[in-house]
């Protein structure tokens, strides 16, 4: 019944928004952070918490350290899109969906089709010379040994990755509450709105309806007009699907 109601409310909407977080890619393989197998509930070798290894003043500190958890821990070069980013990807072909908003770094929703993508924590796939501002792959920073350094000018390559400690990228936000402020309907999909101030662009939305698809509880269940408690891999798949056979 509740796939069905999100069916509805996508047929009566030409302008959706999705606001995406970890979950989104558990079903590609991408572990997500917070839930009890999550990343940041592992031990790891170092008396570090992993969000202090993702910090910029651990990645100043101490590169070596921070590239070999950065690439065995955040970087998955295997992953490929599931259901979830290619009804999305689609959803935007049919011209209801205007922007997808995501937590993630993986680069995945682009890879499915995906063309008004706002990444607000930067990507993976994108990195930069500290020095040259010269432009790698991820394939660079994975074969590099040790520390990756700029065959141009010997500086070390950093991740186009939002650090801990580091702000947000303004044209990014700005594009991304611009899309939420403009929607009719909100999709917060895969977070629990935990991580700030990412979780807190959900307050522009001023539209019609908000959903929630997400395993467990959030802070927008309340005064969501539809919340789904189930993987949103299938959930965003069987909606869409039964948008096309309308």
């Not at 202090?52 to 070069?77: C, N, Q, T």
């Not at 070390?156 to 929607?183: F, S």
């Not at 895969?190 to 101030?197: D, K, Q």
């Not at 698809?213 to 869409?240: G, R």
Request: one cysteine or more.
């Amino acid at each position: 019944m509740s796939v069905q109601q999100l069916t509805e409310i996508l047929r009566n909407s030409n302008n959706v928004v999705f606001f995406g977080g970890a979950g989104v890619s558990t079903a590609s393989g991408i572990p997500d952070f917070r839930s009890a197998n999550g990343l940041w509930n592992q031990k790891y070798k170092r008396n570090l918490s992993p969000e202090e290894m993702v910090s910029r003043s651990f990645f100043e500190r101490d590169p070596g350290d921070f590239f070999a958890f950065y690439k065995d821990k955040l970087i998955y070069p295997e992953a490929k899109p599931n259901a979830c980013h290619y009804a999305l990807a689609k959803l935007e072909k049919m011209g209801k969906l205007k922007a997808v908003v995501t937590q993630n770094i993986d680069g995945l929703h682009q890879m499915a089709g995906s063309t008004n993508v706002f990444e607000l924590h930067g990507s993976v796939l994108r990195n930069f010379c500290t020095r040259c501002h010269a432009f790698y792959g991820a394939d660079f920073i994975l074969k590099s040994e040790g520390v990756p350094r700029c065959p141009k000018c010997g500086a070390v390559v950093k991740p186009d990755v939002v650090l801990y400690e580091e702000m947000l990228d303004e044209d990014v936000i700005d594009g991304a509450v611009k899309a939420i402020a403009k929607a009719d309907v909100l999709i917060i999909g895969g977070t629990s709105l935990i991580v700030y101030p990412a979780a807190g662009f959900v307050r522009y939305f001023r539209g019609n309806k908000l959903v929630v698809i997400n395993k467990s509880s959030t802070q927008a269940d309340d005064y969501a007009d539809l919340v789904i408690h189930e993987d949103i891999a299938s959930v965003m798949d069987q909606a869409v699907k039964a948008l096309e056979d309308l």
